[in-house]
């Protein structure tokens, strides 16, 4: 059974940094992709940003390019998501998830398991 679990979230003023860790159970992490997207109150989730199976190879979405950098960590089964000049619309649930394959996607349906999410808050 994969799970995934989330921590590093909280509240931040707007210009400020948080970073998200997830780590992932199974003994066969590094195989794959990971991502994470995030939602919003009445809005759907969207994607943030995808790491390939070594790290070699990222994608981010236009909003937090320039602001946001994922990294892993194959030897501790861990994803990360360092957030930096935070704004209020980057205000919503964070959430890991495990790609099906190795290679980084910006779709929803590529991504078969999912964390619990972590709540990031940012205020004006």
């Known amino acids: 059974q994969v799970q995934l679990v989330e921590s590093g979230g909280g509240l931040v003023q707007a210009g400020g940094s948080l970073r998200l860790s997830c780590v992932v159970s199974g003994r066969t992490f590094s195989s794959y992709a990971m991502g994470w997207f995030r939602q919003a109150p009445g809005k759907e989730r969207e994607f943030v940003a995808s790491i390939n199976w070594s790290g070699g190879d990222t994608s981010y979405a236009d909003s937090v390019k320039g602001r946001f950098t994922i990294s892993r960590d194959n030897a501790k089964n861990a994803v990360y998501l360092q957030m930096n000049s935070l704004k209020p619309e980057d205000t919503a649930l964070y959430y890991c998830?495990?790609?099906?394959?190795?290679?980084?996607?910006?779709?929803?349906?590529?991504?078969?398991?999912w964390g619990q999410g972590t709540q990031v808050t940012v205020s004006s």
């Open positions: 998830a495990r790609a099906r394959g190795s290679t980084t996607s910006l779709r929803y349906s590529s991504y078969d398991y």
